[in-house]
Each structure stands twice: as structure tokens, then as C-alpha cells.
């Protein structure tokens, strides 16, 4: 009888979860988003409103490009310059944070493995930004006929003892590094370099 009951229980937890995540889905969301917009615009709030399409415009993307073995590289790189703006909404009052992008606008028609850019961009914003020290992020994305060289660079900041972050291995490096091995095994060269004040990486890729 006891294990009946706890199975009694689980299955009523599993239920609970599988109502929840059905209330919570991808149209729900972007229906909310849609709303905020508006709702933004109404307010003359120019900055939100935007801050939220880009927002929209980057689930839309995990929702339907994510899974895919190969997506339009305009669309990787339309993903990275979201990322890039939403960060930019949160560090643009700190006098003290430079953030530069020079990004090519004419990449050919070629494809590339999805989210295989943005850790790069997302590590550079996780280790290279404070908000009491000077900081710097560099992005550059050229192309050369049918490959593309991709730089970050951005400065390295020593966290606290009490940080949470301190000693955690950036995974998704890890993983990125790992997907360049297996899908481009011949087809790309990966640079790294890390020093007292800046971090540095290089990525050149045949598409």
C-alpha cells in the first residue's frame, strides 16, 4: 500500500509538471512579448520596446533554428548582433565599458552550424565586464570567399572570492570547441591566448 502510494504521488507530480509546462509554451511567451512591445511603443519607451523585439527575435530563433544541423549563416550572425544589443542595453550607462563590433554585412549564401559563434560572445560578456573597472570587448566577423574569420577579445577581470562564477569552467567553450572537431575536423583553425590583462580567440572557418 505505501508503494502504491508513492506511486500515486509521483504520477500526480508528473501530471502537475506536464500541466505546467503546457500553460508555459513558445506562443504563450511571444504573445506576452507582443503585448510588452506595444505596450512599450505606447509609452514612447523606444529603447524597451526594442530591447524586447530583439529578445523575441532571439527565441524565435532557439525555438526554430537551434535544432537544425546547418542554418543561413545571416541568421547566426542576426543572433549574435541580438546578443550583442541586449548587452549593450544593460552596460551602455557605464562610462567605463567599451564594446566594438565590426561585422561584414555581405556574408555569401553559405551555412553554418548553428550557436557555434555566441559562446565566444557570451564568454567575452561573462569574464570580460565589471561594472567597477574599466572594460573592453572586441568583436570582428570578416569573410574571404567562403570561409570566415572570427576575433574576440575582451579584458579579464579577477573575481572575487565570493563570486559564485570564480573557478567554473566556461562549458560552453568546451562544448563549441568540441562541435568545431566534429563537424569541421578539416575545416577550421582555432587560436587562443590568455594574459594578465586581456583574453584573446581566433577562429577561421571553411563553410
Known sequence: MRIRGLETELGQSKADLQFLRSQINPHFLFNVLNTLYGTALHEHANRTAGGIQQLGDMMRFMLHENNLDRIAMNKEIEYVKNYIALQQLR???SPNITIETDIDEDFPDGNIAPMLLIPFVENAFKHGISLREPSWIKINLHHEGNSLRFEVRNSI???QGADPEKGRS????KNVLYRL????????EFFMHQDEKEFFVQLALQL
Do not use: A, F, N, S
Open 181 to 188: 572537431k566534429l563537424i569541421y575536423p578539416d575545416q577550421h
Open 91 to 93: 552596460t551602455e550607462t
Open 157 to 159: 577581470h579577477v573575481r
Open 170 to 173: 566556461g562549458v560552453g567553450m
